[in-house]
């Protein structure tokens, strides 16, 4: 229903916002990655949002990328995973950090964000694995969009290596590699 707000930023208290548009002001709740890049109280400011109508409340949460939004909409899809604990594994880690931690099923990353244990990690690998690279346009795999290693990351998954094998290889290549030779140089370095 509320899918933007644009307006004067009135007040910052993490992790609420107060926005006014045109005389109403609107509190939004957003994870700290959004609240750090925020500016100063009084700049005019645009936000993606995302509404939640609840028995005893309507809420609004705000997200300065469409990549934080569509995160945030995946996790609460989540079989116990609110929008507080939605919000929280946003505030600590990226939406690159978190698509590369789903990939390489990296449950103790997960885990170093507040509320969040094992077995809700678990799920979360379970649930989101192939869902947040595919959802989130412009997240790769290996959190460096448009370089020769994603290409080979495919490639190696292509050939019937595993996704974590295949990152974990592709990360030991150098930045300049062409994809020829970091697929040669990656099935080399695996076949050891």
């Keep these: 229903m ?3 707000i644009q307006g004067t930023l009135l007040e910052k208290n993490p992790p609420q916002i107060l926005v006014d548009v045109h005389g109403i002001g609107y509190e939004i709740d957003v994870p700290m990655s959004t609240f750090y890049n925020l500016p100063d109280v009084g700049a005019e400011i ?3 949002t995302h509404f939640v109508v609840r028995e005893d409340a309507q809420l609004l ?3 300065l990328s469409a990549k934080e ?5 995946l996790l609460i899809k989540i079989s116990g995973i609110g929008a507080r604990t939605a919000l929280s594994i946003l505030s600590g880690m990226n939406v690159e950090t978190l698509a590369q931690a789903i990939s390489m099923q990296d449950t103790a990353m997960l885990t170093r964000v507040p ?3 094992k077995k809700t990690a ?6 989101l694995k192939g869902k947040i690279g595919a959802d989130l346009s412009g997240v790769t795999l290996g959190g460096t969009p448009n ?3 994603s290409d080979v990351v495919s490639a190696l998954i292509a050939l019937g290596y595993s996704e974590r094998e295949a990152l974990t290889a592709a990360k030991r290549l150098p930045e ?17």
Excluded: H, N, P, Q
């Design 122 to 127: 678990e799920r979360l690998v379970l649930e």
């Design 115 to 117: 509320g969040i244990g």
């Design 2 to 4: 509320i899918g933007r």
């Design 46 to 48: 645009t936000l993606l």
């Design 176 to 192: 300049d590699i062409s994809v020829s030779d970091g697929i040669r140089e990656a099935l080399k370095s695996m076949s050891k």
């Design 69 to 73: 939004r569509d995160a945030f909409r």
């Design 61 to 63: 949460y705000g997200f």
């Design 147 to 149: 370089d020769a290693r």
